[in-house]
Structures are given as C-alpha cells and as structure tokens.
C-alpha cells in the first residue's frame, strides 16, 4: 500500500514538472481592490508584478511643447492576457490600471529625446460582468472607473463616471470601452506586426 502511495505521488510530480506551473485562475480585482460599497483603491507594486500591456504617448502640441508631454504605461494582472486572447473579452474582475507620468525633454547623443520625469496620477479600471454596485456612480457599463492623482494614491477624485470618465472612452465603445488597437498583446497574440 505504501509503495502504491508512493509510486503515486512520483507520478504527480513528474507530470507537474513535465507540464510547467499552473497559472491558476485570474486573481479579481475585487479580491482586494473593491470593498463592499465598490469604492476602488489602487494596488501596491503593480509595476512589478503585473503584465505590462503597452504605452501610449500623448502628443506634445496638447502642451505647446517639443517632444512628448505624457506618457500612460497600462497594466493588468498576470492571466487577464491569455484569457482575453481565448475569449476575446476580459474576465469579471480584470483590472486594467493606466499610469499617468508627466515628461520631461532634452537634447541627447541619440537626439531630442523625452523620458518620464514622474507619475502625475493612476487610472483605474475593473471589469464588472454582474453589475454589482448599480446605485454607485463609479461602476456602469460594465466596467468600474476611478482616477487617483499621485498626492492623494488612496482617494479617487472621480465622483460620476459617466460625467469624469466616459467622454474620453467613446470612441471604444464597440471594444468594451477600451481602446485595444494600443494592446497588440491583446488582440494580435503575439504575431509579429507588419
């Protein structure tokens, strides 16, 4: 009986380690990003431990300045990517977090060149497939909303998501209000662009 036991678990673990780790299930924003009234707060480290999904860098005539006037770094956790690419939609809980950094720019070797000179606040988004939190003006069409400026990281200035937040997400609403064409990870699953 011993020997059957211990044959067994020879056999689990040479089957684990043959088939790589688990990825497990997506851990949900609302895990420990949502409390029971469905204000949002940011999470720790999210730089380093979640999956890097592009950045966008927002034209310098906005800022009647040369170069490039704000960079937005957007992130998700680790799973969110490879549920999207075989659903293509993102999972109840995902948490997209757009990092909003100001720039600065300077004449380098390589030529004017503009690099992010700090992080002027946090954009936050969190998938809601079940409509939890109707009567809270921070969650609607399907997706909760919350803007955090970088001296005040645990308070969100936004109070109406359609009045704060929605106006700038128009154009992608036929893509679940995101803009996916600026996330080839997304949509291209890892084809090369042409």
């Known amino acids: 009986m011993k020997i059957r036991i211990l044959a ?20 949900s924003g609302y895990d420990e990003l949502v409390d029971a009234a469905g204000n949002i707060s940011l999470p720790d480290n999210f730089q380093r431990n979640w999956t890097f999904l592009g950045t ?15 960079f937005h770094n957007v992130y998700t956790q680790p799973g969110v990517v490879d549920y999207f690419q075989d659903n293509d939609r993102f999972p109840d809980g ?16 390589t030529g004017t060149v503009s690099r992010a000179a700090g992080i002027d606040g946090w ?14 003006p921070l969650w609607g069409d399907g997706w909760g909303w919350a803007l ?43 084809q090369p662009s042409e």
């Open 148 to 190: 955090f400026n970088a001296d005040q990281p645990t308070s969100t200035v936004t109070q109406d998501y359609k009045a704060d937040c929605l106006g700038c997400h128009i154009p992608a609403r036929d893509d679940d209000w995101v803009y996916l064409s600026g996330y080839p990870m997304l949509i291209d699953q890892g």
């Open 123 to 136: 954009f936050v988004m969190v998938k809601d497939t079940e409509q939890r939190f109707s009567g809270n």
């Open 8 to 27: 067994g678990l020879l056999v689990l673990v040479l089957v684990t380690s043959c088939t790589g780790p688990s990825q497990g299930p997506i851990k």
């Open 94 to 109: 995902a948490v997209l977090i757009k990092e909003l950094l100001s720039t600065t720019t300077a004449s380098m070797t």
């Open 56 to 70: 966008w860098a927002i034209d310098s005539t906005e800022a009647q300045q040369n170069g490039v006037a704000g």
